[in-house]
């Protein structure tokens, strides 16, 4: 026999309280030890948030207050999913974490001049968007703006080349490919953090969260968690201190190539010793 519609809503609705109460009742205790694994994490981002407050980073490039700032979203996240069980989310934001410190530290090679090739792109972007928005008839912005990012254009065009990275060209220039009908070879994150003294970082690590990020097959795996249809659920894994340490780890050295460069060896000296307390007290036991 076939039921009504508010007769399988309600079945549906009892069924959700239960599985939600017994999963709350038994994974309670996990939770609250997952937070506590994460302390080391709070206490560094609420560093980080202390060092922007009293006004220790406004002497900061706009490059590295976007990388910060995309970073401590990041850092924040991996928090977040830690204590949410989610571990293979937090990875991938772990190897976000690795690739803006690998773009700092390119930033950090020659600058300020890469740091303004970093910050520009994105006004680069905004006119090949408006190139593209042209070509289909869907231009939507005024003309005193179309004016504003044409001309800008091409003032900084020089800079890049379309459809490849930011550092494409002072990559390229750096490891002195030859161009070759009129292009250069195309240069990779691999090659930016080879040249940044990041080789071990993305041989051994980047490329391994890559194939979590992209590669991970989880539909096998998946299960209904806090009302949420979802993977497995991750309590207990040596893999959550490695994930929080990896974490930690590029976050900090990101905030720490900051300091260094502005001179403010005090927090920096700060930042390490936090690292290295929250390394031996937690994540490398």
Known sequence: MNLSIPKIDARISDYTETVVRSFFERHQEEKILLVQRTSHLTKYYIFTQYLIDIGALDECHNAERTILANSISDFFGVKALVEAASLGGALTLVRNLLERLINLRYIHKKFPEYADTFYYHAEFEQYLMYERDRANG??????????RIT?????????????????????ARDLNYQKINGKTRKVTVGDLARYTELSFEYERIYSLLSKVSHGQ?????????????????????????????????????????????????????????????????????
């Open 138 to 147: 869907e231009v939507i912005i005024d003309e005193p703006l179309i004016t």
């Open 151 to 171: 001309q800008r254009y091409h003032e900084i065009k020089h800079l890049y080349e379309k459809k490849r990275s930011w550092y494409q060209v002072p990559l």
């Open 217 to 285: 097959a989880v539909t096998k795996n998946m299960v209904i968690a806090d009302g949420n249809f979802t993977s497995t659920p991750v309590y207990d894994s040596p893999h959550i201190s490695v994930t929080c340490g990896f974490a930690l780890e590029y976050f900090s050295k990101t905030v720490q190539s900051i300091l260094e460069r502005i001179g403010r060896n005090d927090f920096n000296d700060y930042s390490k010793w936090l690292v290295h307390e929250a390394m031996i007290k937690e994540y490398l036991k």
